[in-house]
């Protein structure tokens, strides 16, 4: 059974992984997506979404550089993927149908 702390991360990837997908350029500052998160009733603290953002890297999801003290974090294809529900990654939720 997945733990609470669990099931709320994996939501978190996945809209984090979407806002990614919904960016021109497919890539947000770590200071504009804590933002955008909060709007869309996910705020979290920063040291959270540096875990969370950090968990996508290692999942070769996104990239990450370093940016005046934060991060820019990018999509790569396999994110996008995740994002649109074309790929199934462990830890990740996936998005609802006609979402």
């Given at each position: 059974?997945?733990?609470?702390?669990?099931?709320?991360?994996?939501?978190?990837?996945?809209?984090?992984?979407?806002?990614?997908?919904?960016?021109?350029?497919?890539?947000?500052?770590?200071?504009?997506?804590?933002?955008?998160?909060?709007?869309?009733?996910?705020?979290?603290?920063?040291?959270?979404?540096?875990?969370?953002?950090?968990?996508?890297?290692?999942?070769?999801?996104?990239?990450?550089?370093?940016?005046?003290?934060?991060?820019?974090?990018?999509?790569?294809?396999?994110?996008?993927?995740?994002?649109?529900?074309?790929?199934?990654v462990p830890g990740?939720?996936?998005?609802?149908?006609?979402?």
């Open positions: 059974m997945i733990d609470f702390a669990e099931h709320e991360h994996a939501w978190l990837r996945l809209t984090v992984l979407q806002f990614l997908d919904a960016d021109p350029g497919y890539d947000i500052h770590e200071y504009r997506l804590s933002d955008l998160l909060a709007s869309y009733g996910q705020g979290v603290s920063a040291d959270v979404l540096r875990a969370q953002i950090t968990w996508l890297q290692e999942q070769g999801l996104v990239e990450l550089t370093a940016v005046a003290g934060a991060y820019l974090v990018r999509a790569r294809q396999r994110g996008i993927d995740v994002a649109r529900g074309l790929a199934r990740i939720a996936r998005p609802r149908p006609g979402a």
